[in-house]
């Protein structure tokens, strides 16, 4: 085991393709579903079998962009990002927002690459499928907002934790870095996103308020069971759809810094 300690740095644009992976691989990873398609394509030979390994390129294709338009949306408005690093491995991403430093700019640039990614998934059913779903989850944020009743000039707008971190302090660690970037900037309140395929009890276990709350009906189409307990944000973890039946709960929490 080893006792060497995850450096935390600032995120880089070479950082982008990890931040993307741990995103696919938090959110838009389906583990049984894979594991089935595997083995439709090792059980059918010939036209059947490249019919099926075509099935099983183009859904990870759609993962992929599923994955890079969901960084795209949380880049828009990010303005202070960081990583936890340990022997050139991303194990954890922490995406934070000063509203003020957001510039129109900024949310041009990453609308424009979210659009470019956005247009080939309107090509398949699937693809189709999980942008209404982001889009559910976009509204969604939109109405707990509403119903927090405030404005908030801190949002802690990404957290993802790879599970290989685990047990290394890397989620608090970061946690609590972005909380110290929020603080030295004169803020005292911020906000972050969640639901209830995230480990909501870290946040309660930190003294966060729940603010809103609101409940759907999850139609399973692309936000699976979380991978770490500590993910958060435009969050959307490990291998296996919700029923098409589960409830599903959107939170805002708001805390101190």
């Given at each position: 085991m080893t006792c060497e300690t995850p450096t935390i740095r600032p995120l880089r644009r070479t950082d982008f393709p990890a931040l993307e992976e741990l995103i696919r691989l938090a959110w838009y990873d389906d583990g049984n579903d894979s594991h089935n398609t595997h083995d439709e394509v090792g059980q059918t030979s010939g036209p059947d079998k490249h019919r099926a390994e075509l099935r099983k390129a183009t859904r990870l294709r759609n993962m992929h962009r599923l994955a890079a338009i969901d960084m795209q949306d949380c880049l828009a408005r990010t303005t202070k990002a960081y990583v936890a690093e340990l022997n050139g491995q991303v194990l954890g991403v922490i995406l934070g927002s000063l509203r003020s430093d957001i510039t129109g700019r900024q949310r041009t640039r990453h609308m424009l690459r979210r659009h470019c990614l956005t247009l080939p998934l309107l090509a398949s059913h699937e693809g189709r499928h999980g942008l209404l779903a982001q889009l559910a989850i976009l509204?969604?944020?939109?109405?707990?907002?509403?119903?927090?009743?405030?404005?908030?000039?801190?949002?802690?707008?990404?957290?993802?934790?790879?599970?290989?971190?685990?047990?290394?302090?890397?989620?608090?660690?970061?946690?609590?870095?972005?909380?110290?970037?929020?603080?030295?900037?004169?803020?005292?309140?911020?906000?972050?996103?969640?639901?209830?395929?995230?480990?909501?009890?870290?946040?309660?276990?930190?003294?966060?308020?729940?603010k809103a709350e609101r409940d759907d009906r999850n139609d399973g189409s692309s936000r699976p069971n979380p991978t770490d307990s500590s993910s958060s944000g435009l969050t959307v973890g490990t291998t296996s759809l919700l029923a098409d039946d589960e409830p599903m709960s959107y939170f805002l929490y708001e805390g101190r810094c």
């Open positions: 509204q969604a944020d939109e109405a707990l907002k509403h119903d927090a009743g405030k404005e908030y000039e801190a949002e802690v707008v990404l957290f993802v934790v790879s599970p290989a971190a685990r047990g290394m302090g890397v989620g608090r660690r970061l946690f609590n870095h972005m909380l110290g970037v929020f603080h030295d900037a004169g803020l005292r309140e911020y906000f972050l996103f969640t639901d209830s395929t995230c480990d909501v009890g870290f946040y309660d276990h930190r003294g966060l308020i729940r």
